[in-house]
């Protein structure tokens, strides 16, 4: 279930998907350009991308340092990688590399405003089972 843009678990124990791959885009951005970063990510970015044929979802997250119990004790986590990610429920691979995707992630602010200012990025994509 999607609520508010967070994605739950179901009771069964498996995420609800609409579509056979999940893509991963992660980065850093330079703290002065946070605020338009988030601005034209939720605004501009996501909403184009979500325009793209195979785009079913999208869910912005901010990793942060946790505790976790694990083999009986309890264990500090601190986050490491990239402080942003985007996760993009899509149709398959062949979608990040079409005509739409490519027009999609060169509109807007994005390029030249806020693309600049990011590093550390990286990019996964994973076949769901």
């Given at each position: 279930?999607?609520?508010?843009?967070?994605?739950?678990?179901?009771?069964?124990?498996?995420?609800p998907?609409?579509s056979?791959?999940?893509f991963i885009?992660?980065?850093?951005?330079?703290?002065?350009?946070?605020?338009?970063?988030?601005?034209?990510?939720?605004?501009?970015?996501?909403?184009?991308?979500?325009?793209v044929?195979?785009v079913?979802?999208?869910?912005?997250?901010?990793?942060?340092?946790?505790?976790?119990?694990?083999?009986?004790?309890e264990?500090?986590?601190t986050?490491?990688?990239?402080?942003?990610?985007a996760?993009?429920?899509?149709?398959?691979?062949?979608?990040?590399?079409?005509?739409?995707?490519?027009k999609a992630?060169?509109?807007?602010?994005?390029?030249?405003?806020?693309?600049?200012?990011?590093?550390?990025?990286?990019?996964?994509?994973?076949?769901?089972?």
């Amino acid at each position: 279930m999607i609520v508010s843009g967070v994605v739950t678990a179901h009771a069964e124990g498996s995420m609800p998907k609409k579509s056979r791959y999940l893509f991963i885009a992660s980065m850093d951005v330079d703290a002065d350009k946070e605020r338009l970063f988030n601005e034209v990510y939720d605004t501009e970015h996501v909403p184009n991308l979500l325009k793209v044929p195979g785009v079913h979802a999208v869910t912005r997250m901010e990793g942060e340092p946790f505790a976790m119990s694990i083999g009986g004790a309890e264990k500090q986590v601190t986050h490491e990688g990239p402080r942003h990610s985007a996760l993009y429920e899509i149709d398959g691979p062949e979608v990040l590399v079409s005509r739409e995707w490519a027009k999609a992630v060169e509109a807007g602010r994005w390029p030249t405003e806020v693309r600049p200012f990011t590093r550390n990025r990286r990019h996964a994509l994973y076949r769901l089972r």
